[in-house]
């Protein structure tokens, strides 16, 4: 096998458990945000909890940002243990700017290692997309629960 097939073979491994990894740590907080949620329905009565709707839907958006935190880190650090770049905040930096594909290209990693941050962009896009749609369930659950109680109440 030439050089160039082991880059590439070495580059989607790597790539490849670290989709798996931020995809399972991603499924495992949604859960965790729903459980939590499902906890909190038990005591949600609309009519009087507007400020019980509004802390759920913050603690799901905080909730996820933290879950994007984990993920952009976790590259960045990454981006440190391949010696892409010269400091974890250049990594840091380099890791929100591939993740949200932003993309900047104020800073650059090798060719070496730059099939990696094209599989993160890709990845950040699926988790992002998952995340703005796993928020707009919980809004619209929240406003079924609000509109069945008026409805009972005409």
């Known amino acids: 096998m ?6 590439l073979l070495s580059n ?29 329905r038990h005591h949600l009565r609309p009519h009087e909890s507007r400020m019980r709707q509004a802390a759920l839907i913050l603690l799901v958006v905080f909730g996820i940002f933290a879950l994007v935190t984990v993920h952009i880190w976790l590259y960045a650090l990454l ?3 391949l ?5 974890f905040e250049t990594a840091l930096y380099f890791s929100t ?3 949200t594909a ?6 650059l990693i090798s060719p070496r290692w730059r099939l ?22 919980v809004t619209s659950r929240l406003r079924v ?3 069945d109680w008026l409805e009972k109440r005409e």
């Not at 030439?2 to 880059?7: H, K, R, T």
């Not at 859960?31 to 499902?38: D, F, H, I």
């Not at 010696?83 to 400091?87: D, I, K, L, R």
């Open 2 to 7: 030439n050089l160039q097939v082991l880059q």
């Open 12 to 40: 989607l491994g790597v790539a490849s458990v670290m989709v798996l990894l931020t995809v399972m740590i991603h499924f495992w907080g949604l859960l965790l945000l729903t459980y939590v949620m499902s906890e909190s």
């Open 79 to 81: 981006y440190r243990l």
């Open 83 to 87: 010696g892409e770049v010269p400091n």
């Open 97 to 99: 700017t591939t993740f």
């Open 102 to 107: 932003v993309g900047y290209g104020d800073i």
């Open 116 to 137: 990696v941050a094209a599989i993160e962009a890709a990845n950040g896009l699926i988790l992002l997309a998952w995340s703005t749609t796993f928020l707009l369930s």
């Open 145 to 147: 629960l609000e509109h």
